[in-house]
């Protein structure tokens, strides 16, 4: 099991009370696994996938990521997995405004503990761009690129280190159809490859490419059926 999210909440003060982000949902994701999760804006989708990812603790429950709790690792320890193994695409701006195009899709290697030990993946970093269409923007600063620019670069980050798993938050969101298209086939093919895959979107295109879709709406998941 590449992902397990067992029976996770997260609550958040409000006024008097607590305000449910995220309601004990429970979640297991395997090697090919495409899970796509759609919801209303406010419903707990990136409070999810933030969850998962480790970067926000959960009020109860417990992440496991290839068999490893996070809850038994330490700050960096976590970071050191989520930057080997994890590819993390989020839904705001992530790309660092001094490093190019190029630069960007590197990072993961740039801050990897291991670098010294490897070759640089230039190559790869090329493809990627190659794939999401941007390799013709490769040495172009965040400032000259579009929002759907922007968000292929960092598609095309998520993936560089071959994660084991990709999580995305609103992937195509600043993409055309035909973009949002050629992005969800690349990430098929990772799947396909043996990654898996946690989707949330609002744009029922994506939302079809998952072979398994549910339904978040104030915190609470539902699987979605045709």
Same mark, same amino acid.
Do not use: W
């Given at each position: 099991?590449?992902?397990?999210?067992?029976?996770?909440?997260?609550?958040?003060?409000?006024?008097?009370?607590?305000?449910?982000?995220?309601?004990?949902?429970?979640?297991?994701?395997?090697?090919?696994?495409?899970?796509?999760?759609?919801?209303?804006?406010?419903?707990?989708?990136?409070?999810?996938?933030?969850?998962?990812?480790?970067?926000?603790?959960?009020?109860?429950?417990?992440?496991?990521?290839?068999?490893?709790?996070?809850?038994?690792?330490?700050?960096?320890?976590?970071?050191?997995?989520?930057?080997?193994?994890?590819?993390?695409?989020?839904?705001?701006?992530?790309?660092?405004?001094?490093?190019?195009?190029?630069?960007?899709?590197?990072?993961?290697? &740039?801050?990897?503990?291991?670098?010294?030990? #490897?070759?640089?993946?230039? *190559?790869? +970093?090329?493809? @990627? $761009?190659?794939?999401? !269409?941007?390799?013709?923007?490769?040495?172009? &600063?965040?400032?000259?690129?579009?929002?759907? #620019?922007?968000?292929?670069? *960092?598609? +095309?980050?998520? @993936? $560089?280190?071959?994660? !084991?798993?990709?999580?995305?938050?609103?992937?195509?969101?600043?993409?055309?159809?035909?973009?949002?298209?050629?992005?969800?086939?690349?990430?098929?093919?990772?799947?396909?490859?043996?990654?898996?895959?946690?989707?949330?979107?609002?744009?029922?295109?994506?939302?079809?490419?998952?072979?398994?879709?549910?339904?978040?709406?104030?915190?609470?998941?539902?699987?979605?059926?045709?």
């Amino acid at each position: 099991m590449i992902l397990e999210l067992c029976n996770l909440s997260k609550a958040y003060p409000r006024g008097n009370a607590s305000f449910f982000a995220v309601q004990d949902v429970s979640l297991s994701l395997d090697a090919g696994d495409f899970v796509c999760i759609a919801g209303p804006s406010g419903s707990g989708k990136s409070t999810l996938l933030g969850i998962a990812a480790g970067l926000i603790a959960p009020t109860q429950g417990r992440v496991c990521f290839q068999g490893q709790d996070y809850d038994r690792l330490d700050d960096d320890a976590r970071s050191a997995l989520r930057n080997k193994s994890i590819g993390y695409v989020m839904q705001g701006p992530s790309l660092l405004p001094n490093f190019t195009v190029l630069q960007n899709v590197m990072l993961p290697y &740039y801050v990897s503990q291991t670098r010294k030990a #490897e070759p640089a993946p230039i *190559a790869r +970093a090329a493809l @990627l $761009l190659e794939q999401v !269409g941007m390799l013709p923007l490769a040495s172009q &600063y965040p400032a000259e690129l579009s929002g759907g #620019e922007l968000r292929r670069v *960092a598609i +095309a980050r998520a @993936l $560089l280190q071959s994660p !084991g798993l990709v999580i995305a938050d609103e992937p195509t969101g600043d993409l055309d159809e035909a973009r949002t298209e050629e992005i969800m086939q690349l990430f098929s093919q990772f799947a396909q490859e043996g990654a898996a895959l946690l989707v949330v979107t609002h744009d029922p295109v994506p939302f079809q490419y998952g072979n398994h879709r549910y339904v978040l709406r104030a915190g609470v998941m539902t699987e979605a059926y045709p």
